[in-house]
């Protein structure tokens, strides 16, 4: 079993930043891939950013390319989601999850075993 929780949510003005922390306990955090995915109002859950468990290899929606960066530090059970140039359409709650069912990490919501709770992000124009 692994406890997810997401922090660092908030109000901000489009252009600004935030960083979203997920801190892990349990079973060891190292051996999961661990993803953030977000949800809006009326809309499915999606894939955001991904780490794979070493932390080298990272993925991204493109709508969020070059503005987000996903991050781990395994010594702390944590992994972050630096949120830069933030648009009204980033307005969700964020999750993040881990999974063990692809080692290269998947961007489908149903590979993962465990979630957080979410963070509400919103961005006001």
């Known amino acids: 079993q692994v406890q997810l929780v997401e922090s660092g949510g908030g109000l901000v003005q489009a252009g600004g930043s935030l960083r979203l922390s997920c801190a892990a306990s349990g079973r060891s955090f190292s051996g999961y891939y661990m993803g953030w995915f977000r949800q809006a109002p009326g809309k499915e859950r999606e894939f955001v950013a991904g780490?794979?468990?070493?932390?080298?290899?990272?993925s991204y929606a493109d709508n969020v390319k070059g503005r987000f960066t996903v991050s781990r530090d395994n010594a702390k059970n944590t992994t972050y989601l630096q949120m830069n140039r933030l648009k009204s359409d980033d307005t969700a709650v964020y999750y993040c999850?881990?999974?063990?069912?692809?080692?290269?990490?998947?961007?489908?919501?149903?590979?993962?075993?465990?979630w957080g709770q979410g963070t509400q992000v919103t961005v006001s124009s």
């Open positions: 780490i794979s468990r070493s932390g080298v290899i990272t």
């Open positions: 999850g881990a999974t063990t069912a692809n080692p290269y990490g998947s961007r489908n919501s149903r590979d993962y075993d465990y």
